[in-house]
């Protein structure tokens, strides 16, 4: 009779049992599964970056002094301003009589190239490529922004008819396997989102990652910049930024806009200026002075993955505290990308 040389309670050649094979096995796999779940929990970026946020009760504030306060608490000094060439990207989108809700208003535009003046910033330019309004010249005049670049000496590109040139898509967030920046940004040693405190029909909220739309030159990309629509907005939004590594931002949120955003919306007093070095910190932190939870907006929850902390307890808050200044934004359920954003 042939007996099972390697039955139950018998060992193989290489010293195991079947039964002790079985179990090993299983064990491995219940690892693995444990691996999988405790991973990103283990090794995931443990962020600890700053977000100011300054009460500023209106347009006529001096909004010079309470950004220089920001960078004050936020560690940008004098030695390492002094000698740069500074670009502010304001968000201009649309003009419309006394809406003061949809572009970065032109004094805070004034008080960001002032505060950077003050440190010793070799050249402050303004530049943008707006996506909807291909008149750009139109649009600064009508939003107050020309008359301020004027009377300041303050040169102005518009940036969706500069020259473009080609970087691979490192995020590689979206299909994109290129994309295609103005020539400008190659020539400043600061790039600085002066975005907008609004929801948006699309993405959720605008704030100083989205603002990011306007650096691609719209002869390249489109009106409102199509291609970027096509890759997918929140893919797009995260490739820019992995991109173009931007080294600040200030979001006017003196009066903000909520509802149907980014133009179609109403006007939202919140009464704050909110900023860093580090975009994902500050849009989580405009999220929730929102009402909004930032997990819960796409581009916000991936971007603290690689780009930057979302969680409130890996921000380090200076200024005013978010609960003090916290005013919840309208949200319409029509919306798609409204719904369950709330905090």
């Not at 931002?249 to 006007?267: F, H, L, R, Y």
């Not at 581009?299 to 979302?310: F, I, K, N, T």
């Amino acid at each position: 009779m042939n007996e099972d040389r390697h039955g139950p309670g018998t060992l193989n050649p290489k010293g195991f049992t079947r039964r002790g094979f079985l179990f090993a096995g299983l064990g491995g796999v219940a690892l693995a599964a444990a691996g999988l779940y405790l991973w990103p929990k283990i090794f995931r970026r443990q962020w600890r970056e700053p977000a100011f946020v300054a009460k500023v009760p209106n347009y006529g504030a001096d909004i010079a002094e309470a950004i220089l306060l920001g960078f004050k608490e936020l560690g940008v000094s004098p030695e390492e301003i002094r000698g740069k060439r500074i670009l502010l990207k304001p968000n201009l989108v649309e003009t419309d009589s006394g809406a003061i809700h949809i572009n970065t208003h032109p004094a805070v535009v004034y008080g960001a190239a002032q505060a950077f003046l003050r440190l010793g910033a070799g050249r402050v330019i303004v530049a943008e490529g707006p996506g909807h309004c291909r008149d750009t010249l139109l649009l600064l005049e009508e939003s107050g922004l020309a008359e301020m670049l004027w009377q300041d000496r303050i040169p102005f590109v518009d940036l969706n008819y500069d020259q473009g040139y080609f970087t691979g898509n490192t995020g590689r967030y979206s299909s994109l396997s290129r994309l295609t920046f103005p020539e400008t940004v190659r020539q400043v040693d600061w790039v600085v989102s002066l975005a907008k405190l609004k929801t948006h029909h699309w993405a959720g909220v605008t704030l100083s990652m989205k603002n990011l739309f306007g650096v691609m030159p719209g002869s390249y990309y489109g009106w409102p910049k199509n291609v970027l629509h096509y890759a997918g907005i929140d893919a797009a939004i995260l490739d820019i930024v992995s991109a173009l590594k931007p080294h600040f931002a200030i979001v006017d949120g003196i009066v903000g806009m909520e509802g149907d955003g980014p133009i179609m919306g109403t006007p939202k007093p919140a009464g704050v200026l909110v900023m860093g070095r580090n975009l994902p910190a500050v849009d989580a932190t405009c999220a929730r002075i929102m009402g909004i939870d930032p997990h819960r907006v796409r581009y916000l929850a991936e971007a603290g993955r690689r780009l930057g902390p979302v969680h409130a307890a890996e921000i380090i808050q200076v200024g005013e505290p978010v609960a003090s200044v916290r005013t919840d934004f309208e949200l319409l359920d029509k919306i798609p990308a409204h719904r369950g954003l709330r905090l």
